[in-house]
């Protein structure tokens, strides 16, 4: 099993920046992907950044540079920088790993942009 615990996130006003922190622990050593996703009310949860232990990291098309996604594979940390934020960033976001062909999540940390 693998435990991904998060922080960050919170009310900020357009414009503004968060930055979310995540943290995976348990059965990590052999984690392939760490990354974030985002679901709003009524939508589907979308990819918002995802590292890939390659190197690659993918972007959603919403980003448009606005997000970095950094981290440690070694520590097993991700880290989401969002900055330029819109109100329809406003969504629930969640930490994503990937450990031998298995997808895990963290607990979500609500992102709400005001205009």
């Known amino acids: 099993q693998v435990q991904l615990v998060q922080s960050g996130g919170g009310l900020v006003q357009a414009g503004g920046s968060l930055r979310l922190s995540c943290a995976a622990s348990?059965?990590?050593?052999?984690?392939?992907?760490l990354g974030w996703y985002r679901q709003a009310p009524g939508k589907r949860r979308e990819l918002v950044a995802r590292?890939?232990?390659?190197?690659?990291?993918l972007y959603g098309e919403f980003v448009e540079g606005r997000f970095t996604a950094s981290g440690d594979f070694a520590k097993n940390t991700v880290f989401l920088q969002m900055n330029s934020l819109k109100p329809e960033d406003t969504a629930v976001y969640y930490c994503?790993?990937?450990?031998?062909?298995?997808?895990?999540w963290g607990q979500g940390t609500q992102v709400t942009v005001s205009s």
């Open positions: 994503y790993g990937r450990v031998a062909d298995e997808d895990y």
């Open positions: 348990g059965s990590a050593a052999g984690i392939e992907s």
């Open positions: 590292k890939i232990k390659s190197g690659v990291t």
